[in-house]
């Protein structure tokens, strides 16, 4: 195998055309990724809480909307905001943008049940003796519930960031100029005499990168199962 073309091709895959132009390549994936993982973390965290806070009408209506973006694909998401709401409203959607929204919707609506699930793990317990002492529901989750939850639900964080950084990948059907793009183009140019050479290379990344989010998450995990064993 010959990976030449890498190291003549790496500056492009790793930032795309800057600081001549935008931003792409491995950076942007990671850009992606980054806002993607915060915005889902919030949409998350909200949903989740509201769940276990709201009453069952509302609990309804957030299960029915946190199951809808459960179910769709991400493609079909990603096709939805990028090309059915500019028709709708005859406004433009930023490619960027439109990837941004539609991980953070999917990974939002994935971490809300967990989220909600952490929270039901403190036991019920801890809500009545937050009550007893004269909190009301609000201050209970703030300063007893959330601060024994976070740390179980730390993992399920990183676990949808992993997800999230795989799906950036295909931000290549709307044209992004994402690592998996700015690869493809690579691979054109050289008219596919090295397409094995190059989607490894494009695996191996996305490999050496999930790998080390689950590293922190296993780390987590086992620092809060210490932790746990001792109390």
Same mark, same amino acid.
């Given at each position: ?8 091709? /790496?500056?492009? $895959? #790793?930032?795309?055309? !800057? ?8 950076? $942007? ?5 980054? /806002? ?6 919030? /949409?998350?965290? @909200? %949903? ?13 209506? @957030? ?13 079909? $998401? ?8 500019? #028709? ?38 801890? !809500? ?9 529901? !609000?201050?209970? $989750? !703030? ?19 992993? %997800? ?44 050496? @990168? ?19 064993? /001792?109390?």
């Amino acid at each position: 195998m010959n990976f030449s073309f890498v190291f003549d091709n /790496f500056e492009y $895959l #790793m930032i795309g055309a !800057w600081p001549n132009g935008p931003a792409g390549g491995l950076a $942007l994936t990671l850009l992606l990724c980054v /806002f993607s993982a915060v915005l889902s973390a919030l /949409f998350g965290l @909200l %949903s989740g809480i509201l769940l276990v806070m709201s009453g069952p009408k509302w609990q309804l209506v @957030l299960v029915a909307i946190l199951g809808f973006f459960r179910a769709i694909p991400i493609l079909m $998401l990603i096709f939805w905001i990028y090309f059915l709401l500019p #028709m709708m409203l005859g406004i433009s959607a930023p490619k960027v943008q439109t990837i941004v929204l539609a991980l953070s919707l999917v990974g939002g609506a994935y971490l809300g049940h967990s989220v909600a699930a952490g929270l039901r793990s403190v036991g019920d317990d801890q !809500w009545a003796a937050g009550l007893a002492l004269g909190f009301n529901r !609000w201050k209970v $989750l !703030w300063f007893l519930i959330l601060p024994q939850a976070l740390p179980r639900m730390a993992p399920s964080f990183i676990n949808q960031c992993i %997800s999230l950084t795989k799906d950036t990948s295909l931000a290549y059907i709307i044209g992004t100029q994402e690592f998996l793009t700015l690869a493809r183009q690579i691979d054109g140019r050289l008219t596919g005499a090295y397409s094995t050479e190059i989607y490894l290379f494009v695996g191996i990344v996305y490999f050496v @990168l999930c790998m080390t989010l689950n590293f922190f998450a296993e780390c987590i995990n086992k620092h809060y199962s210490k932790e746990r064993q /001792f109390v």
